[in-house]
């Protein structure tokens, strides 16, 4: 089974004023189940699409197993591909469909016949083998398209935004089933999606992507906890940003003054006192006192909205210094607050991301373009 590396790998369209690809290096495991997490136009389709082979990268190598695959054609990179719309042969019962790649190949007829029976078994469709895709619903006919991926016996899986034409419910059902499959048959699959949620799911890693680069490789465990740069800690998750300036360094860490001259302690010792910084702070680890007792990272505010989302409460407050700040907690054990209300924000400081001020501003570096 193979393993996947890019090396230095770039991509330019329209005479070079498009870079879709911009020096990317990327290891990827055998075995592994690997998600490529972006926004729209981050350049993961066509990372894909050079891993595949449908284009040739204009600098850089891509090794597959270990070989070169400058100038080898997708159908000699053992690889399946799983598309975002389906295609299906729409002229095609279901069994056609999965059979095409093995019959295509020359493999004896018993051999496609052991192979449809056994992928559509897989995916739990032997039973409409004689369907049509007319006749399917949407998650059946992605069943369809990942097995007959599978039917070819690729060692890699490359599946493209697989997901993001079903309802989401059953996109929900089947990204569960597409990993348990793709594991149990010990594939190595690249996958990739701009849903964070879904990334975060069924990745061994993931690799956030934007602009063409990659800002960062990890388990979702160490993208979410650990974020290295304001965009990964925005996009995978949910973050809340505050801007100030390092006015101390400790042995216990930075203080960081805010708008308004409020103070925040946080952990981090990575900038310079006088450093312009932006923390970082998921909404989950912050929580509301109604005492307004003043005490360090506790920052005085009011409830503007209080949202309830089912699993969830989210409450908007509006802190001292005009700042806006999201805090979410299980509903069966929030607060009873309502808008008015004054509170004050507690921030655990060893839960603060410690960001440097991007030099493009911070509207600008939060832009999900």
């Known amino acids: 089974m193979p393993d996947v590396r890019l090396v230095n790998v770039t991509k330019t369209f329209e005479g070079g004023r498009i870079v879709a690809v911009d020096h990317v290096n990327l290891y990827v495991r055998d075995k592994e189940y690997f998600c490529i997490l972006g926004p729209s136009g981050s350049g993961k389709t066509t990372l894909l699409r050079l891993i ?6 204009d600098e850089g190598e891509i090794y597959i197993g270990g070989k070169p695959m400058r100038g080898i054609p997708p159908e000699d990179r053992d690889i399946g591909y799983v598309f975002q719309t389906f295609a299906l042969f729409p002229h095609m019962t279901a069994w056609e469909n999965v059979t095409y790649g093995p019959r295509a190949r020359g493999w004896p ?3 496609i016949e052991r ?3 056994e992928m559509l078994e897989l995916v739990g469709l032997y039973e409409r083998a004689d369907a049509y895709p007319r006749e399917l619903s949407g998650g059946m006919m992605q069943r369809v398209g990942l097995a007959r991926a599978l039917a070819t016996g690729a060692s890699l899986l490359l599946l493209d935004e697989p997901l993001s034409s079903l309802d989401a419910k059953i996109a929900f059902e089947l990204r569960y089933e597409i990993r348990r499959l793709v594991k149990g048959l010990g594939r190595t699959a690249i996958h990739v999606t701009h849903n964070q949620a879904e990334a975060m799911a069924i990745a061994d890693r993931i690799a956030v992507m934007r602009r063409g680069r990659i800002l960062q490789v990890g388990t979702p465990q160490e993208l979410y906890m650990k974020p290295n740069c304001i965009f990964v800690a925005h996009f995978v998750g949910e973050s809340n940003f ?3 300036f390092v006015e101390k360094v400790d042995e216990r860490g930075s203080l960081v003054r805010l708008r308004g001259d409020l103070i925040v302690r946080v952990e981090g010792k990575s900038l310079s006192v006088g450093e312009k910084a932006v923390l970082g702070i998921r909404p989950e680890v912050l929580s509301l006192e109604t005492n307004g007792t003043k005490r360090e990272n506790a920052l005085p505010g009011t409830i503007e909205r209080v949202m309830f989302e ?3 409460t989210r409450y908007e407050v509006r802190l001292d210094n005009e700042d806006l700040i999201v805090i979410t907690a299980p509903s069966m054990t929030a607060k009873p607050l309502k ?9 655990p400081s060893e839960k603060v991301f410690l960001f440097p001020y991007p030099e493009r501003g911070l ?3 939060l832009a999900v373009e």
């Open 52 to 57: 595949a082979g449908i284009l040739e990268p």
């Open 109 to 111: 007829e018993e051999e």
């Open 115 to 117: 192979v449809g029976r």
């Open 242 to 244: 505050l801007e100030g």
């Open 310 to 312: 089912g699993v969830i």
């Open 339 to 347: 808008p008015g209300d004054r509170v004050m924000v507690c921030i």
């Open 363 to 365: 509207k600008e570096e």
